[in-house]
């Protein structure tokens, strides 16, 4: 038996929000989806996700929500950690820091396990994610033969060499993070699904889903800047798995980019 699963590409803000909204609904019944996740690290106007947008979002039959390094942005967002199983960060922040970093998700189909890590290069310098892939999966696999991995990181090397780590080991491994969907989606030779990154679901009119005025200073005066949300030319990015319940391989992989609705056209 197969079940199918939908990963969604980290969601920025309101405009990130409004297209899962739309059009989340059509792929889950074009893809018989049995499981949706969905990375949520910027959908707070960019800086975490808390109830506020979490709901909505479960509302629409995601089952977990991944988070990254701006799950921490907002207080409000730490909170909702504590609260709420089903929204989770990378395991590998040290020990003692809010929330969890696996979740359990009961489909009809059966038990998959969502686990999200983080890369260290270019990023705060936490605890090993390949050493804490090894620690937990012993304790997931007892669960599932299914475990999807987020692999929240910026060096496209490092999530191919977590990958390449993981591979027949785990059903699959989604980069997120640098808001750039890749096209070298594929499935590795022990069946490991792989992506370097899904992609952002949030407006392209941006710099990475921010206002570009803001991040154009960033870089030219070398100080902090307020960043806004951007609005225009939003898409929705996601990967698709097919996956083999019995074994944990994934058998088909698809990436998914759509732009959004045209008001203006008839
Ligand atoms: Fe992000
Ligand atoms: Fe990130």
């Not at 990181?153 to 808001?179: M, P």
């Amino acid at each position: 038996m197969t079940i199918n699963i939908l990963f969604i590409g980290d969601i920025v803000g309101q405009p990130g929000l409004d297209i899962v909204q739309m059009y989340l609904p059509s792929l889950q019944k074009k893809y018989r989806i049995d499981v949706t996740i969905a990375n949520g690290e910027n959908a707070s106007d960019g800086k975490g996700c808390t109830e506020k947008e979490a709901k909505p979002l479960f509302d629409l039959g995601v089952h977990a929500i991944t988070g990254g390094n701006h799950t921490w942005d907002k207080h409000q967002s730490q909170e909702y950690l504590k609260a709420e199983p089903r929204a989770i960060r990378p395991l590998n922040y040290p020990k003692g820091t809010f929330g969890n970093g696996y979740v359990l998700v009961n489909s009809p189909k059966g038990k998959i396990a969502v686990l999200n890590l983080q890369g260290r290069a270019f990023m705060s310098p936490i605890d090993c994610p390949f050493r804490a892939a090894d620690w937990v999966l012993p304790k997931l696999k007892q669960e599932t033969k299914v475990v999807i991995v987020d692999m929240h990181a910026e060096a496209t090397a490092e999530k191919l060499a977590l990958a390449n780590y993981l591979d027949g080991k785990v059903t699959a491994v989604i980069g997120t993070h640098t808001h750039i969907q890749t096209s070298d989606e594929r499935i590795f030779p022990n069946g490991t699904g792989y992506i370097t990154d899904c992609g952002m679901t949030g407006p392209y009119d941006s710099v990475i889903g921010m206002k570009t005025d803001a991040a154009i200073n960033r870089f030219i005066y070398q100080t902090p800047q307020k960043y806004q949300t951007a609005a225009g030319n939003v898409h929705l990015t996601a990967v698709y798995l097919k996956v083999d319940l019995e074994t944990g391989k994934t058998v088909e992989i698809e990436r998914i980019f759509i732009p959004e609705f045209d008001k203006n056209s008839s």
